[in-house]
């Protein structure tokens, strides 16, 4: 059955308009200002309500082995908690250890989401060693639509790459047109601290923000950069969380580096306070790059609000608080090994609207941009996502901006026994969501299909520069 979505608030990059929308299968197929309703098309009443592109989270772990554990999600409880909050596509990070092949990592990671997922999805390749095996494996992944790298210039002795890595993966991805993403800090410093803290009996939650302060990021940045620019290779920051890192990934913008800067919903609504909870509940606020102090929250609104960060993901890593996050309580343990990572896909686009919209620091059009229509431009999905026009996927999110509710564990679909947001309150959320023209969310309830979503093969940049 067709969908015709009436007398709704068509927002866009740069579009405000009120208009109607048909929907053929998984296509929008017209926009007009008013179209007349036939027999066989189910009207959705959108009068009063916003009409956004489907979000797009450019930076989520669903499967991810990690610090000893593994995340607590699947692509079932994380697709319909992602769908709930508007979110219509997710790039996930595969996350390879050094050892292994990255193609039987990239098959393994794609496994988990194929006739699982209701909502579409994608994937960044991490790259934690480089050689010439990997070199003619990263080609295969990149053929097969994964414009994307991923690298960690942290986590020593698990994900982090050497100079010389970097140097190959960054000359590669210029070859390919790939985009290269990267974790920016120094791996070095940061297990230099950690030592130091430990062996001086500083072992709680409180102590990660310390061992892994605002310098080491910025140096992350200015690191991956320099590389950048020897090599010509597009970048990514991902997870910026602090006044120092944009600043430094502003110097090299200004000399023509083209790099992009993200940063995360936790990084904009938490702050380093939340960490230092007592009684280990800080433990639930531990991910990397830390909640920094309340003062950087003020400088990444401003750099929101002037286009300098292009996109708000989520960095979604789930874990459960109690036996997961325990594994780091002392005395028997140490901050250095909590699980790192704050559930949060299902909330990302409610709290910046919430803390955004509605407080005047950003327009309807700067909320679909970040949310939706950069990450699709950055990673070579636009304009089949991204945006309401005709052609485009049938992605869409009819938000109700006079719903307002509390977020609570008791109620989110993430698959974890905590809430990192729990008790705030929100004003406006999906009422309905279409993932490729099906409905797959109404009022906070999933009600789409298992299996729906599919894997979307990205172009390069190369690709996106002849079309």
């Known amino acids: 059955m067709n969908l015709l979505i009436k007398n709704g608030r068509i927002i866009t990059a740069d579009q405000d308009y009120v ?60 697709s319909r908690a992602a769908l709930v909050g508007g979110t219509t596509t997710l790039i996930e990070m595969c996350c390879p250890a050094r050892d292994d092949e990255p193609i039987d990592a990239y098959q393994l990671w794609k496994s988990k989401a194929v006739g699982v997922s209701a909502c579409d999805f994608s994937f960044h390749m991490g790259v934690t060693r ?16 994964i414009q994307s790298f991923k690298v960690f210039l942290a986590y020593k002795g698990a994900f982090s790459v050497t100079d010389s890595e970097l140097f190959q993966v960054c000359r ?87 790099v992009a800067i993200e940063t995360v919903i936790p990084h904009l609504v938490l702050d380093k306070t939340y960490a230092e909870r007592p009684d ?15 003062s950087h929250q003020a400088f990444l609104w401003n750099a929101i609000e002037s286009d300098v960060i292009a996109t708000v993901a989520t960095d979604h890593a789930p874990f459960d608080f109690v036996i997961q996050k325990e594994m780091g309580k002392p005395p028997e343990s140490d901050f250095t090994k909590i699980p790192n990572g704050i559930p949060s ?3 990302r686009a409610t709290l910046l609207y919430t803390h955004g919209v509605l407080t005047g620091r950003i327009t309807l059009q700067q909320f679909v941009r970040l949310v939706s229509t950069n990450a699709a431009k950055l990673f070579g999905m636009y304009p089949t996502k991204g945006t309401l026009q005709v052609g485009s996927d049938a992605d869409l999110v009819i938000w109700d901006p006079e719903y307002r509710g ?23 959320r999906p009422a309905v969501v279409l993932c490729r023209g099906q409905v797959s969310a109404r009022d906070g309830q999933f009600t789409g299909t298992l299996g729906h979503g599919r894997f979307v093969a990205r172009k390069s940049r190369n690709q996106a520069s002849e079309s």
């Open 280 to 294: 280990f509940e800080g433990a639930k606020y531990v991910m990397s790059p830390p909640l920094r102090d309340v």
């Open 345 to 347: 896909v299902e909330h």
């Open 19 to 78: 208009a109607d929308i048909l929907v053929d299968g998984e296509t929008i197929v017209r926009i007009e200002p008013s179209i007349a309703a036939e027999n066989d098309v189910e009207v959705i009443d959108a009068a009063g309500k916003y009409v956004f592109p489907g979000f797009i989270d450019p930076h989520v772990h669903v499967y991810l082995p990690f610090m000893g554990t593994c995340a607590k999600d699947t692509y079932d409880s994380a």
């Open 130 to 145: 480089f050689d010439s095996t990997v070199k003619d494996q990263l080609r295969q992944i990149a053929e097969d639509g």
């Open 406 to 428: 509390t977020i609570s564990a008791e109620t989110h679909l993430m698959n974890t026994d905590y809430d990192g947001f729990e008790g705030f309150e929100i004003a406006g």
């Open 172 to 258: 590669l991805a210029k070859e390919l047109g790939v985009i290269v993403t990267a974790h920016c800090e120094n791996a070095e410093l940061v297990a230099s601290l950690q030592s130091e803290l430990v062996a001086s009996g500083n072992l709680g939650p409180e102590y990660h923000e310390p061992s892994r302060p605002v310098e080491v990021e910025a140096e992350g940045v200015h690191h991956f950069c320099t590389f950048l620019e020897m090599t010509g290779a597009s970048g990514y920051i991902v997870h910026t969380s602090c006044q120092p890192a944009v600043e430094a990934a502003q110097k090299f913008q200004a000399r023509g580096v083209d």
